[in-house]
């Protein structure tokens, strides 16, 4: 039987900890954002997709001080979050949690929007002839034809998530047990003289949690996938 | 009772349509391709927003351009069968069927979830998701899940228009029976001038965004100068008949017109059932003698009425039989007999051209 030794278990539980906390603090934003750019046309649209899609193409180093400056204690964001909720994200598990979110964002929006792109506007007007208010048709018709694209938006923003390493370490630093995800504790053993066994020790937890996690996504979207085109056979 | 007077801009596209619908009737839009025919139900339906006029239902305004009133789709409690099916994948037969069937929307005359399946021999397929259904059966869906929401009146836009012909033959009765055991209004968009003749109590031709005719079918079909939209090679006229008898020995049923009788091949109803006969101009040869020694069963003796002249080798005439009859002959024939308004002709009609899919009910006629 394996045996994690505590600083293995604190960064394997830190980094599930984190990215799911950060796919779900994404996912209502994710579907929003992604709803916005595919159905609704507005002025400074580009500008908005633009600023979705920022953390893909600037250094994440950018976006984790950019984060600190906008959400460090003194920062304007962040003060805000401090004096009225106690809330401090910096150092802590929690601001983690948002820039891994920040992060993976793009990605999440990317894959809903493809699949708000290919939902047939056809049934959601078929839907509102039936006597189907906007909400009901978005909640019943539309909601569960993206869910597979949901689901990889998901899958993606998790894995991004775990691997995320240049926003977290400016952003949060590397604090045990408190900050310190898969990615930086392996980072700090190969740092340290005759930490290879455990560098390699943690290579292999990541590589084994990463297909663990692409596993379960491809049973979940073959599920939804029968689900959604039938179980009957054609005729 | 449904009034539409509405003008809509679509590109090039000119849409001016003014007209009105009587309730418990099905009213055919005929019209070719590109015609304006869906625009124009879309807009009825509230799918999309005409530039000017207004459009009531009953009392309802629906849309009215002066007041700023444009009610939404789900507001308007009207069913809609589009060409595609647009079943809901996700969702069984059953639940296709239930999703409009919303007790708030309460009607006088309440569409029953079990009449429907009966009516429309669905009832197996309740379980199934929609990509295990035929192509007939979506449709039988589609309607049924129209029926299902109570509208107050239901949209069809070519829904047979995706079957092949035997699949158009099974569903065409059904759509007869909604209208006389639901007594819903439907408006039935169609460029199959046989679907029209069918079902339809009264037609709208649509010609290029504008409404180029209304009125009954055997009238407007009766009416040579608008052979142009109706179709050159199904044109032809329209009778209102009663069944009178049928006779078993040579399998020919005979219709009762104010003309006489016409014997039709392979069709036998209950006797004074109200049917429509379409006698396309092309079945119709003429001879100036009585004609003897001729194949033909239905010969009748009339006056040439009225001719409409066209280019080309052929002619159609309009022929006073007590009823308008159409003949199309040849330039050469009506040269060669000395034809003119007023000529005594007889009218031969082939037993055999005229069947099944020619007849249409006329049930919901006059109510």
Redesign the interface.
Same mark, same amino acid.
């Given at each position: 039987m394996v045996s994690f030794t505590p600083t293995e278990l604190d960064a394997l539980s830190l980094s599930l900890l984190v990215a799911l906390w950060s796919i779900s603090m994404s996912l209502p934003l994710g579907i929003g954002a992604a709803w916005l750019l595919s159905r609704k046309s507005f002025p400074g649209k580009s500008i908005v997709d633009g600023l979705i899609h920022l953390p893909l193409v600037v250094p994440p180093v950018v976006v984790g001080y950019l984060l600190l400056i906008l959400l460090g204690t003194q920062g304007p964001i962040g003060g805000f979050l401090k004096d009225t909720f106690g809330i401090t994200l910096i150092f802590t598990w929690k601001g983690a949690a948002v820039a891994s979110a920040v992060m993976a964002f793009p990605l999440m929006v990317r894959a809903i929007r493809l699949s708000f792109d290919s939902v047939d506007r056809g049934l959601e007007e078929a839907a509102a002839t039936l006597g189907a208010s906007p909400t009901r048709v978005f909640l019943t018709i539309t909601l569960p034809l993206i869910l597979p694209g949901v689901i990889v938006g998901m899958i993606l923003a998790f894995a991004r998530s775990l691997g995320e390493f240049g926003a977290t370490i400016t952003f949060v630093s590397n604090i045990p047990g408190e900050t310190q995800t898969l990615p930086l504790a392996l980072f700090t053993q190969t740092q340290t003289p005759g930490g290879d066994a455990s560098a390699i020790r943690l290579l292999v937890i990541s590589v084994a949690l990463a297909l663990f996690a692409l596993i379960i996504s491809e049973i979940i979207s073959r599920r939804v996938a029968r689900h959604i085109a039938g179980a009957g056979s054609k005729s | 009772m449904l009034t539409v007077q509405i003008d809509k801009k679509l590109g090039d596209f000119h849409l001016s349509a003014d007209f009105a619908v009587r309730g418990a009737s099905i009213t055919t839009i005929f019209g070719k391709s590109g015609a304006g025919k869906t625009s124009l139900i879309n807009a009825i339906?509230?799918?999309s927003r005409p530039d000017t006029g207004a459009i009531h239902l009953g009392e309802i305004p629906l849309f009215d351009q002066e007041r700023g009133l444009c009610l939404? *789709?789900?507001e308007?409690?009207?069913?809609?069968v589009?060409q595609?099916d647009?079943l809901? *994948?996700?969702l069984t037969v059953r639940k296709n069927l239930l999703?409009?069937a919303?007790p708030?929307?309460g009607q006088p005359t309440e569409i029953k979830f079990a009449d429907v399946l009966d009516l429309l021999g669905i009832r197996p397929l309740l379980g199934?998701? *929609?990509?295990?259904?035929?192509g007939g059966e979506k449709q039988l869906v589609a309607i049924g899940?129209?029926l299902l929401?109570n509208p107050r009146l239901l949209l069809m836009d070519e829904p047979l228009a995706s079957l092949d012909f035997q699949r158009r033959e099974d569903i065409l009765p059904f759509i007869e029976k909604i209208r006389d055991e639901f007594g819903v209004t439907i408006i039935y968009v169609s460029h199959a001038i046989e679907e029209v003749i069918r079902l339809s109590d009264e037609m709208i031709i649509l010609s290029n965004g504008k409404v180029a005719a209304q009125g009954p079918v055997d009238e407007i079909m009766s009416r040579l100068d608008l052979h142009p939209l109706t179709g050159r090679f199904d044109a032809g006229a329209v009778i209102s008949t009663k069944f009178a008898s049928y006779d078993p020995v040579y399998d020919l049923g005979e219709l009762n017109f104010p003309g006489g009788q016409i014997q039709v091949a392979g069709l036998n109803m209950e006797k004074g059932t109200p049917l429509r006969a379409h006698i396309r101009a092309r079945d119709v040869s003429l001879m100036t003698a009585e004609p003897k020694g001729s194949s033909v069963l239905n010969v009748f003796k009339g006056r040439i009425s009225d001719v409409r002249e066209e280019d080309g080798p052929q002619l159609d005439l309009s022929i006073d039989i007590g009823v308008p009859l159409i003949a199309r002959v040849t330039r050469k024939s009506y040269d060669n007999l000395g034809l003119r308004v007023g000529s005594e002709v007889h009218a031969m009609i082939k037993a055999v051209a005229i069947d099944r899919r020619s007849v249409g009910g006329i049930k919901g006629r006059g109510r």
């Open positions: - | 339906a509230g799918l939404r *789709p789900h308007r409690q009207i069913g809609y589009f595609d647009r809901f *994948p996700h999703y409009g919303t708030l929307r199934r998701k *929609p990509n295990a259904l035929s899940r129209a929401s």
